[in-house]
């Protein structure tokens, strides 16, 4: 970069979500840096108290938050940060969302009522977000429709379908929640303020 040049403008996207729907995956599909991830190794102390039913092989969690980056240009570079998604880590929640942009919140049709208590965070703290279906193999498929109603998301929330271990995937998703985010920001554009 030259002297002239103004410094790159940072954005940040939270990756949300429950226990195991992909966020940690996501976040390394598509990160230019090998992400920081704070996972950890379950333990018997887990047991009882986050639902694996659904993930037999899940042996390790994330206990802290998972870091990407993607530079989208010289003049901008996007900043991931993954929440942790078990309940009693959501003390961590305030730190990660503050000064983000958006998020991006995942969800396993195998277990829906998991993002309920995500939903309803991110719609109490003013946060643009889209919700992205993450596909599981040997998952039920359900039509786009069925899920944002088995939510109560409303119209204008994007909602999306995608691989979490596809980088092209990943960027549709990525791309989905900046055009929300610019919307939301245009919408509420008062030209008599400027």
């Known amino acids: 970069m030259n002297a002239n040049e103004p410094a790159p403008t940072s954005v940040k996207i939270v990756v949300s979500g ?26 018997e102390a887990s047991v009882g108290v986050d ?13 802290a938050l998972d870091f990407g980056r993607i530079t989208l240009d010289e003049s901008l570079i996007l900043y991931l940060f993954g929440t942790p998604g078990q309940e009693r880590f ?6 990660l969302v503050d000064g983000a942009l958006g998020a991006v919140i995942l969800v396993d049709t195998r277990r829906i009522d998991d993002s309920y208590p995500v939903l309803d965070y991110f719609e109490g703290h003013g946060t643009p977000f889209v919700v992205a279906v993450n596909h599981f ?12 109603e088995a939510l109560g998301v409303d119209d204008s929330i994007p909602l999306v379908a995608f691989d979490a271990r ?3 995937s ?11 985010c610019l919307l939301l920001e245009l919408a509420s554009y008062d030209p008599s303020h400027s």
């Open 18 to 43: 429950g226990f195991g729907v992909g966020k940690t995956t996501l976040i390394g599909a598509i990160s230019e840096i090998e992400p920081l991830v704070t996972e950890a190794a379950m333990t």
């Open 51 to 63: 639902d694996t039913d659904h993930l037999p092989d899940k042996a390790t969690t994330t206990v």
């Open 90 to 95: 959501v003390f961590l929640w305030d730190d």
């Open 137 to 148: 193999d040997n998952a039920l498929e359900f039509e786009l429709d069925e899920v944002r």
């Open 166 to 168: 596809d980088r092209d």
């Open 170 to 180: 990943v960027k549709e998703v990525l791309v989905t929640v900046i055009e929300q």
